[in-house]
């Protein structure tokens, strides 16, 4: 299991490139880091099929992003509670819910 120990934003920076090149980081209304992915499916079933997808590799994994659906706009958003911020173990979720797209 991967220590989760909030990154640097330098560590977090080099990570993304590195695995998750796609994703955005952002600070939520506490100033909070957080990395954050919106994919646009072509049938809002094909969104939900997606969720689904995440819902599993996160079960596995005990790692759960916040996921909004917005119609075919599905944003994923990771962090680590117990951290205050993005922990490698959020930058490898992000690396494994790419390819479920």
Do not use: C
């Amino acid at each position: 299991m991967v220590e989760k120990i909030a990154l640097t934003e330098q560590e977090l920076d080099e990570k993304l490139k590195e695995l998750a090149p796609q994703w955005k980081t952002g600070k939520n209304d506490k100033g909070v880091p957080y990395i954050e992915r919106v994919y646009h499916a072509s049938k809002f079933m094909e969104g939900i099929d997606f969720v689904g997808k995440i819902a599993e590799a996160a079960e596995v994994n005990n790692h759960h992003p916040d996921i909004i659906i917005n119609y075919k706009r599905i944003s994923v958003r990771y962090w680590t509670h117990s951290a205050s911020g993005v922990t490698l173990a959020d930058v490898q979720m992000a690396q494994k819910i790419d390819p479920l797209f």
